[in-house]
């Protein structure tokens, strides 16, 4: 009896574990209020497509919220401080003001990204007032990478950045000469192939930096890209 009894519960297992589960084709299963009641009376009554744009909406700007936020706390993180600290020398700027400027834009701009959540929560209130509370409660997490106080615009990529300190290394050099070098560092492959624009091999056909030089429409554009590396590294001999 025992045995027939084992027997039974292993088939009942097994068929509820066959039985597939079937989500309806509307069931966006991403959204923060999944599995809600008011989630389920949405989808039976067909409330919920008229609801869900505003609901995405909400959820964009309280990411974006999100990281200002974070952004701000590294305002006052001394691991953050390095790295803005370089961004502002290689640039000419005063570190300390520099900071109390991107904090008062980071301040402006969660006022502004709040009148937004809030004024999204008040246009769900007109039809769904339970979803705009639960929203209204909601706390987004930080972003899960480590945030940077450095604009991304000027995150440079990084052989790049070996190119532009290898020219104010030879700064004394001649345009010619340091194009010559340029080249020389990119057979022996100590700088990346990438660092020669691509733009000039496509608009000019040439492919390396001396036969940029030699290029009467590419020259200036070699010459601006020596003078803006001499620029931006200079008076900043960082680890050159």
């Known amino acids: 009896m025992k045995k027939k ?3 039974k519960s292993s088939t009942d297992a097994k068929s509820q574990r066959s039985t597939p589960t079937v989500i309806p084709d509307r069931v966006i ?3 923060p ?3 809600s009641g008011t989630f389920i009376r949405m989808f039976e009554d067909g409330t919920l497509p008229q609801a869900m744009p505003l609901v995405e909406k909400h959820q964009k700007i309280g990411e974006h919220l999100a990281e200002i936020n974070a952004k701000l706390r590294a305002c006052n993180d001394p691991a953050a401080w390095p790295e803005f600290a370089r961004y502002c020398a290689l640039r000419h700027r005063d570190t300390s003001n520099e900071l109390r400027i991107l904090a008062g834009r980071l301040e402006r701009q969660k006022r502004n990204q709040l009148k937004k959540l809030r004024k999204t929560e008040m246009q769900l209130a007109e039809t769904e007032p339970a979803l705009a509370e639960s929203l209204r409660n909601r706390e987004y997490p930080p972003p899960q ?13 990084p052989e790049v950045a070996l190119r532009d300190k290898f020219i104010v290394r030879h700064h004394e050099r001649t345009g010619r000469e340091i194009c010559r070098l340029l080249d020389e560092q990119i057979d022996a492959r100590k700088l990346a192939s ?3 624009p691509a733009a000039w091999t496509k608009d000019c056909g040439v492919r390396s930096f ?5 290029d009467n429409v590419c020259r200036p554009r070699v010459q601006k890209l020596i003078s803006t590396a001499k620029k931006k ?3 900043a001999y960082l680890e050159l």
Request: glycine share 6%; charged share 10%.
């Open 33 to 35: 209020i999944v599995g």
């Open 194 to 196: 990438d660092c020669l």
């Open 233 to 235: 590294y200079s008076g």
């Open 5 to 7: 009894l084992v027997e």
């Open 29 to 31: 299963v991403t959204t």
């Open 145 to 157: 990478v480590p945030v940077s106080l450095v604009p991304k615009s000027a995150v440079q990529n």
């Open 210 to 214: 001396v036969d940029a030089y030699n």
